[in-house]
């Protein structure tokens, strides 16, 4: 048995947009773009955040851990 797939235009087909259509997609794409600098940005400062965090963890558990042996 042949399954019949509904044909449909390839997705680089270029399509005929009105004047509003083709403004709101160019304020969409600079909207992404300005999107992918904030996460940039964002991922940057939690990356910090986060080894700050885990460093600082680290140093408390190790102090908790060493602190009888160094107090003696």
């Known amino acids: 048995m042949?399954?019949?797939?509904?044909?449909?235009?390839?997705m680089t087909a270029a399509q005929a947009l009105s004047p509003d259509e083709n403004a709101?997609?160019?304020r969409w794409r600079q909207w992404q773009q300005?999107?992918?600098?904030?996460?940039v940005a964002d991922s940057r400062r939690m990356r910090f955040v986060f080894t700050a965090l885990f460093v600082g963890v680290g140093m408390w558990l190790g102090i908790e851990l060493l602190a009888p042996f160094l107090l003696r």
């Open 2 to 10: 042949v399954t019949v797939i509904a044909s449909r235009p390839p």
């Open 24 to 26: 709101s997609a160019e």
């Open 34 to 39: 300005g999107n992918v600098k904030t996460n």
